[in-house]
């Protein structure tokens, strides 16, 4: 399947993701008075909070004569548009035509898109559709124990699945991160690993590494990580580099669109109370560039889910069961709403 610059959204890929939570903004960028323009699997969506700081995703778009939301504004817990002011309440009515205040404005049942959002571990999260699984776990969000640090936004010109799969693939260390998390004149080969499903996902058994310079105390470790895939575009990775030392990160992917995606990391360690904010995103800013660099020139552009596609070895066992779970995703998404148009048809 070679990259044609747009979703096509009759592809398995992409109905693994229409109903799916996606990271779109991080929740202090989003002020109570200025709606937020984002965009989601080639979808503008406008995000704004209500008076009860609720948050939502819309479609950028008014119904009187289809100006941005996003270019107006938030006013007594109604997002305004630009254009003529007319005002919408969180369930999408009409409120207020400033042309004819004496009167109730039209029906926007039809001309007003709402989307679902909702706001968790910092993060603003959206789906186009109805929602297939819910928001995903993060262990450490509430431990005590664990420093937690936002990294990124990374803005990648790539696939989200493939900047995904890139993330739980451990056999690329030592050639993409030399020297780093690997060494690349004496790589290591990799043990044999097992991959479970369970209703929160995808997850590795232990997996084994040495690294040079393996967190960010700039140390040697033998890295034993355990990796899990959530949600088609999160993953997590708990890591243990030390007897009681872990280093977890919280991944996301964002589907911009079918060649653009952006990666929001949050990244929880217990240990190295001393390391500065700069020591630690400075190890992520080079792990991800790195990343980029790579997952940027794959070819096609979108994560083949066809296993004859691409060649598979053992150590790829993370990546290829994730396609799997993503086909089958998508095949279920795409037969829901096959029978739902059936039915609509037959009424």
């Not at 999408?92 to 404005?105: F, N, Q, S």
């Not at 396609?323 to 609509?344: D, V």
Request: charged share 25%.
């Amino acid at each position: 399947m070679l990259y044609k610059g747009e979703w096509n959204r009759e592809e398995v890929d992409y109905q693994a993701l229409v109903n799916q939570w996606h990271v779109v903004a991080l929740s202090e960028d989003l002020d109570a008075s200025k709606p937020k323009a984002v965009r989601l699997l080639g979808e503008d969506l406008v995000l704004w909070r209500d008076d009860s700081g609720g948050v939502h995703a819309w479609k950028d778009y008014c119904g009187h004569r289809g100006a941005r939301l996003s270019l107006g504004c938030v006013k007594q817990g109604q997002i305004e548009c630009p254009y003529h002011g007319w005002r919408y309440d969180r369930h999408g009515d009409c409120k207020l035509v400033p042309a004819h205040p004496g009167r109730a404005g039209p029906s926007s049942e039809r001309l007003i898109f709402r989307h679902f959002a909702q706001e968790r571990f910092g993060f603003i999260w959206a789906s186009l559709e109805q929602p297939d699984r819910p928001l995903p776990d993060f262990a450490q969000w509430e431990d005590s124990n664990y420093r937690k640090i936002f990294a990124g936004p990374y803005h990648y010109k790539a696939n989200a699945l493939r900047a995904l799969e890139n993330f739980i693939d451990a056999s690329h260390f030592p050639f993409v991160h030399a020297n780093l998390n690997g060494l690349p004149d004496a790589p290591e080969p990799l043990k044999q690993y097992t991959v479970s499903l369970d209703e929160r996902g995808l997850h590795s058994s232990e997996i084994s590494v040495f690294q040079p310079y393996g967190d960010h105390r700039a140390i040697p470790v033998t890295a034993r990580y355990k990796y899990s895939v959530f949600n088609p575009t999160t993953a997590y990775f708990k890591k243990k580099t030390g007897e009681i030392e872990r280093f977890c990160t919280f991944f996301n992917a964002t589907p911009v669109d079918e060649a653009e995606c952006i990666i929001w990391l949050i990244v929880a360690i217990n240990f190295g109370p001393e390391l500065s904010l700069e020591q630690i995103l400075s190890r992520q800013n080079i792990v991800f560039e790195q990343d980029r660099h790579i997952v940027e020139a794959q070819r096609p552009a979108r994560l083949p889910l066809d296993p004859k596609a691409e060649m598979h070895v053992n150590s790829d066992r993370m990546g290829l069961e994730y396609r799997r779970w993503l086909k089958n995703l998508g095949e279920a998404s795409r037969h829901r709403s096959f029978t739902q148009l059936i039915r609509t048809v037959s009424q």
